[in-house]
Nanobody
Framework: QVQLVESGGGLVQAGGSLRLSCAAS????????VGWFRQAPGKEREFVAA????????HYVDSVKGRFTISRDNAKNTVFLQMNSLKPEDTAVYYC???????????????????WGQGTQVIVSS
């Protein structure tokens, strides 16, 4: 069983930065891929970025490439999403999810995930 807790959301002006954290319970965190997803009001949840199990791969949706960076600290069971040059269209609730033995790209195409966090709100004002 893995429990995920997101933090770091907030209100920021366009062009600003935020760093989201996804803290996981469990002793085998390195065996899990962790992905970030977001859901804006009235829209479907979409994939944002992922770190493959073992941290060997990363994958991003095109709209955040060059602006967002995903990283992980397996010793602290935490995955980070550094978000720079934020835009109003990045406004959403951001969720992290985890799947065992999955690649980063695999996280972007799977229709379901084993574990989800509760989400953290990001609001980017223009």
């Amino acid at each position: 069983q893995v429990q995920l807790v997101e933090s770091g959301g907030g209100l920021v002006q366009a062009g600003g930065s935020l760093r989201l954290s996804c803290a996981a319970s469990g002793r085998t965190f390195s065996l899990y891929a962790v992905g970030w997803f977001r859901q804006a009001p009235g829209k479907e949840r979409e994939f944002v970025a992922a770190s493959g199990w073992g941290g060997s791969s990363t994958h991003y949706v095109d709209s955040v490439k060059g602006r967002f960076t995903i990283s992980r600290d397996n010793a602290k069971n935490t995955v980070f999403l550094q978000m720079n040059s934020l835009k109003p269209e990045d406004t959403a609730v951001y969720y992290c999810a985890a799947d065992q033995f999955t690649t980063a790209q695999g996280m972007s195409v799977r229709s379901s995930h084993e574990y989800w966090g509760q989400g953290t709100q990001v609001i980017v004002s223009s």
